[in-house]
C-alpha cells in the first residue's frame, strides 16, 4: 500500500496567521474608537437607534475579533505541529532522534 503525501507550505501558513493576527488587531484598535455620543444627537428615538446600531456593531466586531483569534491560533499550533514532526522526521533519518 501507497504511503500518502502530505505537503504543507509552511510559509504560506506563517503569513496567513500573521495577516489573521493584523486583523484581529485592527478590530482592536477599532474597538476602542467604537464610542459615539448619541446625545448629541438630541432627538430621543433617533438616539435609541443609534445607540442599538453602535451596540449591535461593538457586538459584531468581537465576534469577528473573537474568530480571526481564533482562526490564528488553530493555524500557529498547526505550524507548531508541522514543524516538530519535521523535526523528528529528520532527526530519526540522521540518527539522532528517538
Do not use: P
Amino acid at each position: 500500500m501507497a504511503v500518502a503525501e502530505i505537503r504543507v507550505d509552511l510559509g504560506y501558513l506563517e503569513q496567513l496567521a500573521s495577516q489573521l493576527r493584523a486583523l484581529e488587531a485592527g478590530f482592536a484598535e477599532i474597538d476602542g474608537r467604537g464610542d459615539f455620543d448619541a446625545a448629541a444627537v438630541g432627538d430621543d428615538v433617533l438616539k435609541d437607534r443609534i445607540d442599538q446600531f453602535v451596540s449591535g456593531w461593538r457586538d459584531g466586531r468581537n465576534r469577528i475579533k473573537d474568530r480571526l483569534t481564533e482562526a490564528a491560533e488553530l493555524i500557529e499550533a498547526a505550524l507548531e505541529s508541522y514543524c516538530g514532526y519535521e523535526g523528528h522526521i529528520a532527526a530519526g533519518f540522521r540518527g539522532d532522534g528517538s
